[in-house]
Nanobody
Framework: QRQLLQSGGGSVQGGGSLRLSCAASGYTYSSYCMGWFRQAPGKEREGVAAIDSDGSISYADSVKGRFTISRDNSKNTVYLQMNNLNAADTAMYYC???????????????????WGQGTQVTVAS
């Protein structure tokens, strides 16, 4: 059974940092592109970052320079380090996986096959 289990998140003051983790099981993790998405109340889901199996990385403009995505294939885990958080980052965050080398845009959530359970990030201004 393929699963993505998220951990991390919580509440933080503006300017603070949080790290999200997403552990994969039940499939060949290293062969998948891993992405992070978020959805704030009343807003559409948006792509935050993605890291493909070859290590190529993409970020949304809104998080460039503040967020860092990384993966540890030995632990089947992808991370999202979030620094200098602000109120606009408040959202439910989800990790997701799709087949490596998918040529469709990384921020298209519908191209991902597997999703984590979500974790709330709240930033107090």
């Amino acid at each position: 059974q393929r699963q993505l289990l998220q951990s991390g998140g919580g509440s933080v003051q503006g300017g603070g940092s949080l790290r999200l983790s997403c552990a994969a099981s039940g499939y060949t993790y290293s062969s998948y592109c891993m992405g992070w998405f978020r959805q704030a109340p009343g807003k559409e889901r948006e792509g935050v970052a993605a890291i493909d199996s070859d290590g190529s990385i993409s970020y949304a403009d809104s998080v460039k320079g503040r967020f860092t995505i990384s993966r540890d294939n030995s632990k089947n885990t992808v991370y999202l380090q979030m620094n200098n958080l602000n109120a606009a980052d408040t959202a439910m965050y989800y990790c997701a996986a799709r087949s490596a080398g998918d040529s469709r845009e990384w921020w298209l959530g519908d191209t991902y096959n597997y999703w984590g359970q979500g974790t709330q990030v709240t930033v107090a201004s």
